[in-house]
């Protein structure tokens, strides 16, 4: 009785194994017939082509594929969203989002109607593709549906209207004429206001006619530079792919308009804001003479840094830069590191200015400046 358990045993122990052993190697015949045989790998003769200019940028992927030998493999492509596929000079298609498809070789060679041609090239233009998103095998693959060809593509994708640009060219426009308004209008208060050496200058006096944050030409400046913030953050958001907030800007001209002007009357509202938080402390430290001053230093000092920023952000945008996002991030690194600067120079101006010890300036700083610029940095970071 006791051989007759130990033999039953044996057998079920010889069943297990031999099925596991059919279970891997089911396993492997799956893995093999999923992936294919792969007879040529294209991939490390992917070239990318830049544009041209201060910062190149990847704008196509360009690859020789043979359409004659091994005739009866297929090509397993693979590309990113957003781009136009050109065989030779012919599109094949467009893709909207992430493409991953097997066409056979008689298929692409019917599509380039020539039987003189051995090798054709593979063309894929998409402004800042990637080497790494893209695959272009020959082998023995799984059957799988193709794609749209060229001309049943839809060609206006590839000429798609950015409005963003040209809302920033309007709006690069209307600021540069409001700083010509300015020079015309207040031209004294413009050569203090708008020179950049003005802002190294060891002169710390009211730098407008009145010395008042209420006077005309002290709320024009305060709306040129609110406007110059406004368009900063949103050229950021736009550039930066910041989540959610991206969703506002996706509108025609005149609303991407109506999100500028609002911003701005935000901007407005929190530049007086900041200057009665100024007062305030000012006051307690017995230092209301120098309280627009202070404000009017820092505020002249980043409306010349914003508009410089702005400029060459968008100059790098005209020609076609694809990196935009990184150059944004310098730029908004550039713009607190100056901010920061200029709080540790209104220290140094200030020290020939105030009745009471340096400690004590410091400490006043740190409660009127170091506060919203922390606040201002614990927004940009998250």
Known sequence: MLKSISDILEDFNFMKLFVRLFLFCFGLLIV????????????????????????????????????????????????????????????????????????????????????????VELLIYKSGIDEDAISIKKGIFKKASGVTEGKNAEGNLLRIKD??????????????????????????????????????????????SGGKVFSSDVLFYLLVFSMLVSLFIMSAIHFMDVPLLEEFLEGNLNYLFLVWLSGTAIFMVLSFLKYFWIK?????????????????????GLLIVLLFLFVVIFGFYLQGTTAMDQIMNYAVTLFLLVYLLGVFRLFYLMLKKVPFKSYHLFSYLCTSEMVPFLLIVKIVMG
Do not use: C
């Open 32 to 119: 093999a017939t999923a992936q294919g045989q792969v007879l040529e790998n294209y991939n490390p003769k992917i070239s990318i082509k830049h544009k041209g200019g201060l910062l190149p940028s990847p704008v196509m992927a360009a690859v020789e594929i043979d359409i004659t030998d091994f005739p009866k493999a297929s090509f397993d492509i693979q590309v990113p969203e957003e781009s136009a596929v050109f065989l030779g000079d012919k599109l094949w298609f467009y893709t909207k989002s992430d493409t991953n498809f097997i066409t056979s070789v008689k298929t692409i060679e019917g599509l380039v109607q020539s039987d003189s041609l051995n090798k």
């Open 163 to 208: 409005e963003v640009k040209d809302f920033l060219i309007v709006a690069l426009i209307v600021i540069l004429a409001l700083v010509a308004i300015f020079k015309v209008t207040y031209p004294l208060v413009f050569q203090s206001a708008l020179r950049p050496v003005a802002v190294f200058s060891d002169e710390f006096s009211d730098s407008s």
């Open 280 to 300: 305030l402390f000012a006051v307690i430290y017995q230092l209301d003479r120098l309280d627009f001053s202070q404000f009017f230093y820092l505020v002249r």
